[in-house]
């Protein structure tokens, strides 16, 4: 008996083995297919960015985001498309369109609607972006492919302020995954930074994503846990911006622009003054702690993705919201002549002691083609370098043009013949600061090469003879063909604020983990010394106090208490070369003691009239608000140089 049920439990396992190694073999194999282990990510906690005194200026926002999977939504695709266009109260086509979208990937989830605000409107009330979330979960089947998603938005405590250095965060798209491959765990659903520091600093504010692993069956239940990592945060990036300061230029600014378009320019047209920077940058170091530029826009609308009325706003080329003025170039006019006199005075064309003609115009000796360079103001006595600046006196400096371009003429064959662009390129023209800012211009120098090949608008030669002496003496003045940007010229005050060291703009200052490790410490970098001594650059500085207390800038620091807070600067006005447009207004400060300023100031109007008009009265009214003086009326001036 005891070995025929052994016998039987034999027969028995082999049956069962071959049941279920021939007989259910494919169906078993489908099913250990079927079991299969998934993923799941989880995204990191963008870090912030806070200002100088750890005040957040980006910080995150709990969020519900709805998403569509084109593929999984099957045949389905055009029910689904109108159920949900109902449900979120939008027209179908304008979600149609959004889905048709050729920047993302087929298997991609596409946002086509965010619920920032999660609070309720009233007490007791759900609020809309819950509501649709348990409506399409409770009708998965009705909303094949669509999801409501928990989501980290990026939220702007101080709105509009500071929007182009900032920048904003769209989702990932497939020539961006392309492009970080390999630089980053990126999925198809993250968003990224798109522009401005957001952009700059991806890699530090974006932490890292977190991964759950489990085992689920073909009915997608979760038979078992595997492991899993936590997400980590990002970095905070911390700048060197001052809220209060970044508060006070973009005000001033805004007031500024307003205030200038009721006034009259010398033809009897309003002046347009329809865009503007500020600067406000420490002189020792070259941290900003300020940048204005306007117009400009609101990141926030990025957020929930731009109305037609944004995009069209923001795609305007009259009023460009999305250009950072900061860093584009424009002609600096005679803001450029405390450099052009410290190349002269350094390469021995002038010097601190001399007395120089100035007068109604001038010719160049010898030049038979008729060129006439006029003064802006009339006049006809000799004065000192200090002096020409005091009163900008143009033909002082189209003397010294004219000694550079003699000087080029003789030495054509020597390397760096020409001397004035030579000293310019040292100041840091003709090429970016390296500011952490996205789509820096390095301006122009100009010089016999570019003059080969430079043409007027029409495309025919601008130079037809080759480098002319009018090339260096409108160079001296800052006229007509160099080009620099506003922090160029931020740069370029602060070394002679600074006794010489010209120091690279940097608006971030350090990037801490959130642990508080400092990953990334940003230090001043002043590696270039200017040529020129201290006694040369303290003359400079001194006769920029005459300007503003006696000179181009008087009028519109009228009554400032300069004894209290002394502002050296200059004024300055240059010509676009046609009567389409109005001169742009520009106005270069440093505050603070005369023998070593605190702070710069650079302030350019585009469209604004003359300098001491219109962008010194901003630049005292910043200065005011940075330093907490009472406010004082704004002066009515009349012409002032340029």
């Not at 001399?354 to 006049?379: E, I, K, M, Q, R």
Request: hydrophobic share 40%; net charge negative.
């Amino acid at each position: 008996m005891l070995a025929l049920l052994v016998a039987l439990m034999f027969v028995a396992l082999t049956a069962r083995l071959w049941f279920l190694q021939v007989l259910a073999s494919p169906e078993l194999n489908r099913r250990a297919r079927d079991n299969r282990v998934s993923f799941e990510y989880t995204n990191p906690l963008r870090g912030r960015i806070v200002d100088a005194s750890g005040d957040p200026i980006v910080e995150n926002q709990g969020s519900l985001e709805v998403r569509v999977n084109r593929q999984e939504m099957g045949d389905q695709a055009e029910a689904v498309i109108y159920r949900l266009a109902q449900l979120l109260d939008i027209d179908a086509g304008v979600l149609v369109e959004e889905l048709q979208d050729p920047r993302y990937l087929p298997v991609q989830a596409i946002p086509v609607a965010e619920f920032v605000d999660t609070r309720p409107s009233k007490p007791g009330v759900t609020p809309f972006g819950e509501r649709v979330a348990m409506y399409i979960s409770e009708h998965q089947r009705d909303f094949p492919g669509v999801t409501v998603e928990p989501a980290s938005v990026r939220a702007y405590p101080f709105q509009r302020l500071a929007a182009h250095i900032l920048g904003f965060v769209g989702l990932i798209q497939k020539e961006d995954l392309e492009a970080l491959d390999g630089k980053g765990d990126y999925g198809l659903n993250d968003v990224i930074g798109r522009a401005g520091l957001e952009e700059i600093y991806e890699r530090y504010l974006r932490g890292e994503r977190g991964i759950r692993r489990f085992v689920v069956n073909s009915d997608g239940e979760v038979l078992r846990s595997l492991n899993s990592v936590d997400a980590t945060p990002g970095a905070d990036v911390h700048l060197n911006i001052e809220i209060d300061d970044q508060r006070a230029a973009e005000a001033s600014l805004a007031e500024g622009l307003q205030r200038a378009r009721t006034l009259d320019d010398s033809q009897g047209r309003q002046i347009r003054a329809n865009a503007g920077v500020v600067i406000v940058m420490d002189a020792d170091t070259g941290a900003i702690r300020a940048t204005a530029s306007l117009p400009t826009f609101n990141p926030a609308w990025y957020v929930k993705g731009l109305t037609p009325m944004q995009q069209a706003y923001l795609s305007n080329p009259e009023l460009a919201p999305s250009l950072n003025r900061v860093i584009q170039p424009y002609v600096p006019g005679s803001t450029f002549k405390p450099i052009t006199a410290l190349a002269a005075i350094g390469d021995g064309i002038a010097s601190t002691t001399g007395s120089y003609l100035c007068s109604s115009d001038y010719t160049h000796p010898g030049d038979t083609s008729g060129a006439v360079f006029t003064n802006w103001t009339t006049s006809n006595t000799y004065m000192s370098i200090a002096e020409a600046l005091r009163l900008s006196c143009d033909t002082v400096f189209y003397r010294f043009g004219s000694a550079f371009y003699e000087s080029y003429v003789d030495n054509q064959l020597a390397p760096d013949a020409q001397l004035l662009q030579k000293a310019l390129r040292t100041w840091g023209f003709d090429e970016p600061t390296g500011v952490d800012m996205l789509g820096e211009d390095g301006g122009l120098v100009p010089d016999a090469e570019w003059a080969e090949t430079a043409e007027t608008a029409e495309g025919d030669p601008l130079f037809p003879f080759g480098w002319v002496p009018g090339g260096d003496i409108l160079t001296m003045i800052g006229a007509t063909y160099p080009t620099a940007t506003p922090l160029q010229m931020a740069q370029a005050y602060g070394a002679i604020a600074n006794g010489g060291r010209i120091c690279r703009p940097f608006l971030a200052d350090e990037v801490v983990a959130p642990d508080g490790t400092v990953v990334k410490d940003i230090k001043p970098r002043c590696d270039r010394q200017l040529p020129y001594s201290g006694t040369e650059l303290q003359y400079i500085r001194n006769a920029l106090f005459q300007v503003v207390d006696t000179g181009t800038a008087n009028c519109a620091f009228a009554g400032f208490p300069l004894s209290e807070v002394p502002v050296m600067g200059k004024t300055g006005t240059a010509e676009r070369g046609s009567e389409q447009f109005q001169d742009t207004s520009w106005f270069g400060a440093m505050v603070g003691p005369l023998d070593d300023p605190d702070y710069i100031v650079i302030t350019m109007v585009e469209q604004g009239g003359f300098g001491g008009q219109v962008a010194a009265p901003i630049t005292r009214d910043v200065i005011e608000r940075i330093e907490g003086l009472e406010d004082s009326p704004q002066p009515g001036c009349g012409e002032a140089d340029g």
